[in-house]
């Protein structure tokens, strides 16, 4: 099945600038499916907020509600359950452009910021836990920074050849005993007070 990308535009960059938002799509991320019930309790919010904020990440093609083939699953104190899912199996968007523009500026900035602590507070969360997790996966854990002198069209190689052996895993089928892994990666110029 091809991978559903999703090119952030202006006014689905303007929509997912809200934490509530962002929260939502991680947890979908992670979770794969949602009530807006388990969604709420979560996030500790009211349903009412949160299938708002949902019905407005919808409205730009970030998640979806779907039916959940369990009937049982639906039903609450009698109520259909709704349940929502990611719509995408990636979220793009060029920040260099958006941070360019007057309108766009704000945004953008809150969102990668926004995404950075988060990837902060996951490995943060590693390092706190790792101790509680099995040696096997102490084991499997890797962190890594670099240093390497490149030109820009060697950087865009590098990156592109790390997001394609990301890629290839993606689509392996997961092994016995697999779980969901967090990889965080960065390519970018240090910055050594030296710009062209």
């Known amino acids: 099945m091809p991978e559903r990308r999703l090119e952030m535009d202006a ?16 947890i979908l991320q992670l979770r794969k499916r949602a009530s807006v019930t388990s969604l709420a309790e979560e996030l500790g919010e009211t349903t009412g907020a949160t299938s708002y904020h949902l ?18 699953a639906h039903r609450s104190a009698g109520r259909r359950q709704r349940w929502w899912r990611m719509a995408v199996d990636q979220i793009h968007m ?10 766009t500026r704000e945004a953008v900035g809150f969102l990668l910021r926004e995404f950075q602590a988060d990837r902060n507070r996951r490995l943060a969360n590693w390092f706190a836990t790792a101790p509680l997790w099995p040696v096997a996966w102490q084991k499997a854990s890797s962190d890594l920074d670099a240093n390497l002198e490149l030109n820009a069209t060697q950087t865009r190689a590098l990156a592109d050849e790390i997001a394609a052996v990301i ?20 390519v970018f110029p240090a910055d050594t007070g030296d710009r062209p």
Do not use: C, W
């Open 94 to 103: 060029t920040g260099f452009e958006f941070m360019q523009n007057d309108d």
């Open 11 to 26: 006014p689905s960059l303007k929509a997912l600038a809200h934490p509530m938002r962002v929260q939502i799509l991680r």
């Open 55 to 72: 019905r407005q990440l919808a409205r730009h093609g970030f998640v979806e509600e779907f039916d959940d083939e369990d009937p049982d």
């Open 167 to 186: 890629a290839r895993y993606h689509d392996m089928k997961p092994g016995r005993g697999a779980r969901t892994v967090d990889v965080q990666y960065a």
